[in-house]
């Protein structure tokens, strides 16, 4: 990255660095960009992509349906029921 660049960026982000700050800032970047060729460089024509570092193996059950409860069982302790319904109270009137 440049000095130009970074007085930009600066401007646009409402930076306020100083000199030392952006001087640390472009060496930072400097050794990313370093990495960065560094990566580059290195030959992975037959590599075989992967998403994850380790294998991963996801068990998933079989989807059935269960009916746990009846809606009358549910409803016995309800204080008032309607055509299968709870009946509450009238809040806002």
Same mark, same amino acid.
């Not at 990255?1 to 930072?28: G, H, I, Y």
């Not at 016995?76 to 299968?84: R, Y």
């Given at each position: 990255? @440049? ?8 401007? =646009? ?74 009946? =509450?109270?009238?809040?806002? @009137?």
């Amino acid at each position: 990255m @440049e000095k130009e660049t970074l007085r930009l960026l600066c401007k =646009v982000n409402q930076l306020a660095l100083t000199e030392e700050q952006k001087d640390s800032f472009l060496k930072f970047m400097d050794a990313r960009e370093a990495d960065i060729k560094a990566l580059d460089a290195i030959d992975t024509e037959n590599v075989e992509r992967m998403v994850h570092v380790m294998p991963i193996m996801t068990v998933v059950r079989e989807d059935v349906e269960k009916k746990l409860f009846t809606r009358d069982e549910l409803q016995k302790g309800a204080p008032e029921t309607m055509d299968g319904y709870w009946q =509450v109270p009238r809040v806002v @009137e």
